[in-house]
């Protein structure tokens, strides 16, 4: 007997655990906020642009469609790092070259996997909806008109406004504010919850393309601008143009907080950027009307109550974006999700605890790598030492395949759980540099036997 799951977001995540749940024959309703993505109904100035990588396109290869997305994707084969003196340093992702991650745009992606869920004749989606409450032991979720629907029932009250969606099951994807993870704080005795901001926000600016539609600068590669306590990002898009992300500061002497003039902001980025602005020909506007969003990390359990609800992607982990994991990790979820279900068909319960005992432990790992990466992408890409371990990081990999394996390369370009690639770093990490400390030792000593005699 096919399973009613009502699901709540419909936005990258929920999206392929739709399409996930209609292939096994489950009936799904989908409802999200927003508007349809389809009919160009995307927001600017939030995070356009996505890093998909190895455990996001398996996800999409269980469905099929993992090519079709792929077809509007940029590979991106390292990091070009950007000097204040304009000097160029790329450092590659990874020794072999097939190994890169891939710039997509988020309607695009959105639009593949909604269309690849209402392939299935049991999923439904329904666009304009908002979640206000979850009613946790009947596992209904309240819904009230958004956005159009919502103007639409102003316009005839006699509507009735609330809808009272009713499953088996109700799955929140959606997102780090999540409605379902609330109602599941204010209902679930000891239910643990916690969220830390970073002291930094994010804004996205724009590199436009060049007259003939070409790319302004290297195309396949992820482009930072390191300055130590902050950074700024570019992503290549398939139409020539980059979308730059700004990560600086809330507050302080030279902040989001304190730069607000036209001179001030031209001013900071003529001195810190000074290849980029040039290119950026909006920066001013976007600056000033672009939304400045904050970088939170969410850490909540269980993720589940009873057979009734479950949390999956930022619902139940968001993380901050410096690893390129959120969406890889979510897609994951719907995988291990898939494959609970699978393995217990006839409790339900059990499969949604065996998906949160399964995934807790990696992505908490990811949150944590996530954070350090933020650290190292602002701080140490542009130091010749961080250079230097990358590429013996690439050496030992070679002389050692199989063996050694650099932790960008296991989170990103394998599907080894976080937390077991984060615990194999660590000791490569302690082996490597007590290798190094011992011959230098011997080195040493070499050196003063050859003077001694």
Not at 14 to 38: F, K
Not at 78 to 98: E, Q, T, V, W
Not at 215 to 241: Q, T, V
Not at 319 to 348: I, S, T
Request: hydrophobic fraction near 45%.
């Amino acid at each position: 007997m096919a399973t009613k799951f009502v699901l709540i977001g419909s936005g990258l995540a929920g999206g392929l655990l739709a399409a996930y749940l209609g292939r096994r024959g489950h009936n799904v309703d989908l409802y999200e906020r927003r508007a349809d993505p389809r009919e160009g109904n995307i927001v600017g100035g939030r995070s356009i642009n996505l890093a998909l990588s190895t455990r996001g396109i398996y996800a999409l290869e269980q469905l099929g469609i993992a090519d079709e997305v792929l077809r509007h994707a940029i590979p991106m084969r390292g990091r070009m790092i950007h000097d204040k003196s304009g000097a160029l340093h790329f450092s590659a992702y990874d020794r072999d070259p097939n190994k890169f991650i891939n710039s997509i745009g988020r309607a695009a992606l959105n639009t593949t996997v909604i269309e690849a869920a209402q392939r299935y004749p049991s999923v439904r989606v329904h666009f304009n909806h908002r979640c206000t409450d979850v009613d946790l032991d009947s596992a209904t979720a309240n819904l009230a008109p958004f956005g159009v629907a919502a103007a639409v029932s102003a316009a005839n009250p006699q509507q009735q406004v609330t809808i009272h969606a009713r499953g088996d099951a109700v799955i929140g994807v959606d997102g780090a504010f999540s409605a379902v993870r609330q109602s599941m704080q204010k209902k679930i005795t000891g239910f643990e919850y916690d969220e830390s901001y970073l002291a930094h926000g994010y804004k996205e600016l724009t590199i436009p393309p060049a007259p003939d539609g070409s790319w302004r600068m290297e195309k396949e590669a992820l482009h930072i601008w390191p300055r130590k306590s902050f950074m700024m990002i570019a992503l290549p898009n398939p139409d020539g143009s980059f979308t730059c992300t700004l990560f600086w500061e809330f507050e302080g002497p030279r902040s989001f907080a304190s730069i607000k003039t036209d001179d001030q902001i031209r001013h900071f980025f003529e001195e810190e950027f000074p290849d980029a602005v040039p290119l950026m020909r909006s920066l001013l506007d976007e600056f000033k009307t672009n939304p400045t969003g904050s970088l939170v990390t969410i850490r909540c359990a269980p993720w589940f109550y009873k057979d009734k609800i479950v949390l999956v992607g930022d619902a139940a982990h968001a993380v901050v974006p410096f690893y390129g994991q959120g969406m890889n990790a979510a897609f994951e979820d719907c995988v291990v999700l898939d494959k609970c279900l699978a393995e217990f068909p006839q409790d339900r319960q059990r499969a949604f605890a065996e998906y949160f005992a399964r995934r807790k432990e990696n992505t908490e790992a990811l949150a944590n790598l996530a954070v350090q990466n933020f650290i190292e992408m602002r701080d140490k890409t542009a130091s010749k030492a961080f250079r230097a371990k990358k590429k013996l990081d690439h050496l030992l990999e070679g002389v050692l395949p199989g063996i050694y394996l650099p932790l960008y390369t296991m989170v990103t370009f394998t599907r080894i759980p976080y937390s077991a690639g984060a615990r194999r770093a660590r000791l490569q990490d302690r082996i490597v540099y007590a290798g190094l400390a011992v011959l230098l030792l011997l080195t040493a000593f070499a050196a003063i036997r050859l003077i001694s005699r």
